[in-house]
């Protein structure tokens, strides 16, 4: 799955064409890839970083969205790391 379309069916991002900024922008990585392309795939199991609001936020995919579901639904698309914890990785 493209990773901006990813990134909006989990309601990351709002819109598809801000999924689509955040891709282009260069400061997305991607199992620690930097990603400029909207295009990039993404597979469970992939872990997504990237800063929003002056954070740091790392992800990884669990399951991939089939619809821009609820908010419950998507939440259960991705688990959440804090930046340095290795123990969730590896997990």
Do not use: N, Y
Not at 27 to 45: C, E, M, N
Not at 54 to 61: K, N, S, T
Not at 78 to 84: A, N, R, S, V, Y
């Amino acid at each position: 799955m493209r990773i901006d379309r990813f990134l909006w069916w989990s309601r990351i991002a709002k819109s598809r064409s801000i999924a689509q900024k955040m891709a282009e922008a260069g400061t997305l990585r991607l199992d620690g890839r930097r990603i400029d392309r909207s295009h990039a795939q993404v597979r469970p199991g992939a872990i997504i970083a990237f800063a929003r609001d002056g954070a740091v936020r790392i992800l990884r995919v669990e399951a991939l969205p089939t619809r821009r579901g609820p908010p419950a639904e998507a939440a259960r698309l991705f688990t959440e790391l804090k930046p340095g914890d290795t123990k969730g990785v590896d997990a």
